[in-house]
């Protein structure tokens, strides 16, 4: 029997976005030329640290993409995922969930999530779209580490982000290295 077919063609794009850096921003605005809706679904893992709490990460989030230039800015929306994604994806009726690619490393943590997904719900298709060159190298636990140790992370993150790490790090003293 053929299920219902949505009338809109939403994509679900999942992750930590600890912080949403341009390498995430550069995946957003690629979807919207293939997807009417992109959801940035924002996780929480208890057994993870993060920077930022979750409510704090859609926030960002939201804001970050209302100034973004060029977009239907209601294309795009955050919202915090709670319990299995492939249970949210069902809810709001989307068939695709995204995700980026950088190096080949993430090729093998990538296959087993998708490979789970399909075995939970075979409708749901993961895609994946390849990185903008200049951001193959960008994730958020970079943008982390150097803001923590003072380093200049303005080509990674856009301002909004990059005052709220300024607010976090500029009163501790570093007694780390990163190298
Ligand atoms: P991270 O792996 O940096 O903690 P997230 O969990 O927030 O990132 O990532 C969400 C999704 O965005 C993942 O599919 C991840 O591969 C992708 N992504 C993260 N950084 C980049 C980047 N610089 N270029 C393309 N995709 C990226």
Redesign the pocket.
């Known amino acids: 029997m053929t299920k219902h077919i949505p009338d809109q063609n939403i994509a679900v794009y999942?992750?930590?976005?600890?912080p949403i850096?341009f390498?995430?921003i550069?995946?957003l605005k690629r979807s919207l030329k293939i997807f009417d809706k992109v959801v940035v679904a924002v996780a929480c893992n208890k057994k993870k640290f993060y920077l930022f709490d979750q409510t704090k990460r859609v926030e960002l989030i939201n804001k970050i993409v209302k100034e973004l230039d060029g977009i239907d800015h209601k294309r795009i929306i955050a919202v915090p995922l709670k319990g299995l994604l492939v249970r949210y994806v069902e809810s709001i009726n989307a068939k695709v969930i995204i995700?980026?690619?950088?190096a080949v490393s993430?090729f093998e943590y990538e296959l087993q999530l998708a490979t789970t997904n399909r075995t939970l719900d075979f409708e749901i298709e993961t895609i994946f779209m390849m990185?903008?060159e200049k951001?193959?190298f960008?994730?958020?636990?970079i943008v982390r580490e150097v803001a923590r140790l003072g380093g200049d992370v303005s080509s990674m993150v856009p301002p909004l982000i990059l005052n709220e790490l300024q607010k976090i790090f500029s009163k501790g003293e570093n007694d780390e290295t990163l190298m």
């Open positions: 999942p992750g930590s976005f600890d850096t390498g995430h550069d995946i995700r980026g690619l950088r993430d990185t903008a951001y193959s960008l994730s958020s636990t």
